[in-house]
Every structure is written in structure tokens, then in C-alpha cells.
């Protein structure tokens, strides 16, 4: 996979206090990569950095090789980018506002027009004016817009921000046509961890202005040690078991019996311990952990290490 967009320790300090501290990573063509973080731990000033709403202090970002400091219209014109909302002329319909921002960038034409509007699904309603879409198709427009000057690299904040299940859906399916159809690099900042799972490749989190991971989705989250949910009776024998057996491994009530986190090689035995103590088994059942899990367990930790 070839880097589209590379940081390179960018910090950003604002009145003395270090918003964005040395962050680094690099997002490669055809790839989904999402920036997750708790409000205000630094994703949007990230991102305006990288489109250059704001000033880096040090460091650099290369667009497709070109700094955005050095070399500013030769980066920001390889991106495409929605920051939080799309803003558009509501008074006019959603074909004026493309002919409108069409005029901004060299040799687009009504035919390019045309076959983005077609992309983004809004077709039927392209002569409508603005006023009367819904927020999923402001949203799609919004997208259009980005998409007209073929960019190398489409940034969305909180792109499905208001949207109801099947917009969001829309969104997601948009965002993986594009990184696979035109070898498009997407980063997508969302709080919609269970989307972003469904949505991404890979995930950066940044917390407190530091950057602490950056990994594929599926090792990110199914890298982790399984738990196993166990419908038993009663309870809190099985729970005295397992800590007498398994010191060293993280066992709790839950709402059927107990969940633990253990080897799926070493059930058999745990069977057999509950068997010979009189406890009765009903269920045993995997439980995978979801990009939300993991998330929360990285950032309670790092907070965790931070206050000792």
C-alpha cells in the first residue's frame, strides 16, 4: 500500500498549553482509517491541521509528498473534506450548490457533475432545493461536494452525526466504496465506535493530545483475550472455583452466572472443576469483545496510568 498522508511528530500549543502532542502515523491509499478518542482529547484539531484550518507549531503533514507548510495548495488540493457539518446554499438546489463549488477547482465538468451525483445516490432529487433534503441527503451532498476534484484523500468528522440507521449505513457504504472502487484514502473521525468497527481498516486513538495506538481493526479488537459467558448454578460457588484454580484470571458475576476470561483450551477443564464441585452448567457461550470494549479498556488504563 502506497502513504497518502504522513504526520510526522505535528504539535500544536495554543496559549502555552499543548493541545497535540508529537503525533505521528501514516494512512495509505485504498484504506479506511479511523481517529477515535474521548471529547476533546484532540481528533478535530488533528484534523484541521491536516486540511489546514490551523497552523502546526512543529512537526509536518505531507499530503501525496507535499507539506502543508511548504507547499500548501499542492497538498490541500489532493483532499476532500467534510469538518463536522456540510454547509450549504439552502435557497438554492443541490445541483446549483455543485455548479457553484465546481467553479473553485479547474476542469470539472457537467458530465463529472453528473457522475458523482449518481455515486453519492442523489439522482432524484439533485433539482430539489436544499431546504427540503433530509439530513442524510445534506450529508450525501456534502459528500458530493468533496468528491467533485477527484481528490487522493477524503476526510469526514463525525460524519454521521443525526442520522438515523439507515443513513448511517449509507455513509458507511459510501465510505467503503470509495477507498475500494477509486483507491481513495479515508480517514473518518466518529463516537459511533460500533460503526466505525464495521467501517474501518485501521484505528488510531488519540487521547490528551497523544497518539497511544494505531492497529488494524480486527487485531485491535479481536486480539484480545476471549471471555466466555457461563450460564451456571449457583454463582458464587463457581465464582470461588474459578479463583481458586485460576488466580491469576479475571472472572465476575454476570447476569446468567459468571463471565471469565480464559483459554478456550482450558473450558474443558473449568467444566470438569464445576462438575466434581456440584455446580450446575446450562450454557457456555464465547463473547467476542467489540471495538467499544477494547476502546474503553485503552483509555481507562492510559488515564489510569496518567493519575498514578
Given amino acids: 500500500m502506497k502513504t497518502i498522508v504522513e504526520l510526522k511528530d505535528v504539535t ?25 478518542g474521548p471529547n476533546g482529547a484532540g481528533k478535530t484539531t488533528t484534523i484541521r491541521m491536516i486540511v489546514g484550518l490551523m497552523g502546526i507549531t512543529s512537526g509536518d503533514i505531507t499530503i501525496g509528498g507535499y507539506s502543508i507548510k511548504s507547499q500548501f495548495e499542492d497538498a490541500v488540493g489532493q483532499i476532500g ?19 457553484h463549488y465546481a467553479r473553485m477547482s479547474k476542469g470539472i ?20 432545493k436544499v431546504k427540503t433534503y433530509s439530513l442524510g441527503m445534506r450529508q450525501r451532498l456534502g459528500l458530493a461536494q468533496c468528491l467533485l476534484h477527484d481528490p487522493e484523500v477524503l476526510i469526514l468528522d463525525e460524519p454521521t452525526n443525526g442520522l438515523d440507521p439507515a443513513g ?29 468497527e464495521m467501517m474501518c481498516d485501521r484505528i488510531g486513538i488519540i487521547q490528551d493530545g497523544r497518539l497511544i495506538d494505531v492497529q488494524l481493526v480486527q487485531e485491535f479488537v479481536h486480539g484480545a483475550e476471549v471471555t466466555y459467558e457461563l450460564e451456571v448454578v449457583p454463582s458464587e ?39 466434581a464441585e456440584g455446580i450446575s452448567i446450562f450454557g457456555i457461550k464465547e463473547t467476542a469483545k467489540t471495538l467499544e470494549d477494547r476502546f474503553l479498556e485503552v483509555t481507562s488504563e492510559k488515564e489510569a496510568a496518567v493519575r498514578g
Wanted: glycine content about 4%; cysteine-free.
Fill in 109 to 128: 465538468t457537467k458530465e463529472k457533475i453528473a457522475e458523482t451525483v449518481e455515486l453519492v445516490g442523489l439522482t432524484a432529487r439533485i433539482h430539489d
Fill in 168 to 196: 448511517i449505513r449509507e455513509i458507511r457504504d459510501y465510505v467503503r466504496l470509495l477507498a475500494r472502487e477509486k483507491n481513495m484514502a479515508v480517514i473518518v473521525s466518529s463516537h459511533l465506535l460500533s460503526e466505525m
Fill in 237 to 275: 460457588k463457581a465464582l470461588t472455583v474459578v479463583a481458586a484454580n485460576y488466580p491469576n484470571v479475571k472472572a465476575n458475576r454476570s447476569r446468567n452466572g459468571l463471565s471469565v476470561e480464559l483459554s478456550k483450551e482450558e473450558i474443558p477443564n473449568l467444566v470438569k472443576l464445576f462438575v
Fill in 81 to 99: 473534506a467534510i469538518v463536522e457539518n456540510p454547509e450549504m446554499y439552502k435557497f438554492l438546489t443541490g445541483y446549483q450548490n455543485l455548479v
Fill in 12 to 36: 500544536k500549543v495554543i496559549k502555552g498549553r499543548t493541545i497535540i502532542d508529537q503525533i505521528s502515523f501514516q494512512v495509505n491509499k485504498g484504506e479506511v482509517f479511523g481517529f477515535l
